[in-house]
């Protein structure tokens, strides 16, 4: 709704006036990519000395390291679990030179065969590596392969690697104690203008699926000029980057979209187990969803009932997917940064009770939609193709 002073106004005063905040928002933008150009070159920026941000589009695929900016050319990957060796290996194939650490001795086998170079420590990866990505269980684990003995920031205050990304999800104050950390090294080869080192809090969503298929979403917290930075590496391995602000950000967004993940889950599961108790088929049910106001990802993409949607763990026993300790995990997370800062989560509470209890039954290693069976005692359907 126009206020009076704005109706007042002649149609192209109007024009000019959005006109003139559209090129201030722009001319902004051109600004911050000055000053991330700096960091890496003392050339003066402009459209011919600045060609990266010119060419790269998402999901390009390198023919060598040659055509890669120079300050990312170097990738070492931490945690090569169900995620993580997917990630690294869309590095690999966008033509990133990956040097790779796991604790599991025939993931990285795998990758040796590979011709992938390997290291036995988080430090001996950080010696090898321009730019470092984690992606690990939990913030213990986060501490440890950051701070711990043969960690990354181990060995006195000097750094090789002018970047650390950290995939993982986890809380958001652990994310930004160890970026506070890293800000307090000096990088032992200045990379243009830049003298110390930053980190990137950057989990993932998508799951598996979109770790092989190199489609994941990053939630990133941290520098807005060293997040333009990076692109490179999140569009090797993903479709979406998301900037949110500053250091620990980018966790507390995957916090959220998992306590609402998880809520929409339960939410779906109730509903077609009360419909097939009142003799609606889920399937039918499904369908409904999808074409009314119920409609979402847990439904349309990803439905928790055996038999109504193919290609989803609910169709393989829920094996694979989304494991369900980890959703508890997640959902602790929620609940604890809830209580911390006073927001009131009753909801949050609730999905935690309930994932709890099935990985208490013996269902953590199963997907998360297996609440429908093992939670809501729903039924397998079999649907004719």
């Given at each position: 709704?126009?206020?009076?002073?704005e109706?007042?106004?002649?149609?192209?005063?109007?024009?000019?006036?959005?006109?003139r905040?559209?090129?201030?928002?722009?001319?902004r933008?051109?600004?911050?990519?000055?000053?991330?150009?700096?960091l890496?070159s003392?050339?003066?920026?402009?459209?011919?000395?600045?060609?990266?941000?010119?060419?790269?589009?998402?999901?390009?695929?390198?023919?060598?390291?040659?055509?890669?900016?120079?300050h990312?050319?170097?990738?070492?990957?931490?945690?090569?679990?169900?995620?993580?060796?997917?990630?690294?290996?869309?590095?690999?194939?966008?033509?990133?030179?990956v040097?790779?650490?796991?604790?599991?001795?025939?993931?990285?086998?795998?990758?040796?065969?590979?011709?992938?170079?390997?290291?036995?420590?988080?430090?001996?990866?950080?010696?090898?590596?321009?730019?470092v990505?984690?992606?690990?269980p939990?913030?213990?684990?986060?501490?440890?392969?950051?701070?711990?003995?043969?960690?990354?920031?181990?060995?006195?205050?000097?750094?090789?690697?002018?970047?650390?990304?950290?995939?993982?999800?986890?809380?958001?104050?652990?994310s930004?104690?160890?970026?506070?950390?890293?800000?307090?090294?000096?990088?032992k080869?200045?990379?243009?203008?830049l003298?110390?080192?930053?980190?990137?809090?950057?989990?993932?969503?998508?799951?598996?699926?979109?770790?092989?298929?190199?489609?994941?979403?990053?939630m990133?917290?941290?520098?807005?000029?060293?997040?333009?930075?990076?692109?490179?590496?999140?569009?090797?391995?993903?479709?979406?980057?998301?900037?949110?602000?500053?250091?620990?950000?980018?966790s507390?967004?995957?916090?959220?979209?998992?306590?609402?993940?998880?809520?929409?889950?339960?939410?779906?599961?109730?509903?077609?187990a009360?419909?097939?108790?009142?003799?609606?088929?889920?399937?039918?049910?499904?369908?409904?969803?999808?074409?009314s106001?119920?409609?979402?990802w847990?439904?349309?993409?990803y439905?928790?009932?055996?038999?109504?949607?193919?290609?989803?763990?609910?169709?393989?026993?829920?094996?694979?997917?989304?494991?369900?300790?980890?959703?508890?995990?997640?959902?602790?997370?929620?609940?604890?940064?809830?209580?911390q800062t006073?927001?009131?989560?009753?909801?949050?509470?609730?999905?935690?009770?309930?994932?709890?209890?099935?990985?208490?039954?013996?269902h953590e290693?199963?997907?998360?939609?297996?609440?429908?069976?093992?939670?809501?005692?729903?039924?397998?359907?079999h649907?004719?193709?």
């Amino acid at each position: 709704m126009q206020t009076k002073t704005e109706r007042n106004k002649p149609t192209w005063l109007l024009a000019f006036c959005c006109s003139r905040v559209k090129v201030k928002r722009s001319f902004r933008i051109i600004m911050a990519f000055c000053r991330l150009r700096s960091l890496f070159s003392p050339s003066k920026c402009n459209s011919s000395s600045f060609p990266f941000y010119q060419s790269f589009k998402p999901r390009r695929t390198f023919s060598s390291s040659h055509h890669l900016p120079s300050h990312l050319q170097n990738v070492g990957f931490i945690g090569l679990g169900n995620m993580g060796s997917r990630m690294a290996t869309n590095l690999i194939k966008a033509g990133f030179s990956v040097t790779v650490h796991d604790l599991n001795s025939d993931v990285l086998d795998k990758f040796s065969h590979m011709g992938v170079a390997t290291r036995k420590t988080p430090c001996e990866v950080s010696e090898a590596s321009d730019v470092v990505v984690t992606m690990l269980p939990s913030s213990a684990h986060v501490n440890d392969v950051y701070t711990g003995p043969n960690g990354l920031l181990h060995g006195g205050k000097l750094l090789r690697p002018w970047l650390f990304i950290d995939s993982s999800t986890i809380d958001p104050q652990t994310s930004r104690n160890i970026s506070a950390t890293i800000s307090n090294y000096i990088l032992k080869e200045k990379k243009g203008d830049l003298e110390k080192p930053f980190m990137l809090d950057a989990p993932v969503s998508g799951g598996v699926i979109a770790a092989e298929a190199g489609t994941l979403t990053f939630m990133v917290g941290g520098s807005e000029e060293v997040f333009a930075a990076a692109k490179p590496l999140f569009f090797s391995m993903g479709k979406g980057a998301i900037y949110c602000g500053g250091a620990g950000n980018g966790s507390a967004a995957k916090i959220c979209n998992n306590l609402a993940l998880a809520v929409s889950m339960l939410g779906v599961s109730e509903a077609l187990a009360l419909g097939q108790s009142l003799g609606v088929a889920a399937s039918t049910l499904s369908k409904i969803f999808n074409c009314s106001s119920a409609r979402c990802w847990s439904s349309d993409s990803y439905n928790p009932v055996p038999g109504v949607m193919e290609g989803v763990p609910s169709s393989r026993d829920y094996n694979g997917g989304f494991a369900s300790k980890l959703m508890a995990k997640d959902l602790n997370l929620a609940a604890e940064s809830a209580k911390q800062t006073g927001c009131k989560h009753p909801l949050t509470s609730q999905a935690q009770k309930i994932y709890t209890e099935l990985c208490n039954e013996g269902h953590e290693g199963k997907d998360f939609s297996c609440v429908f069976r093992h939670y809501y005692t729903g039924m397998d359907e079999h649907v004719d193709q």
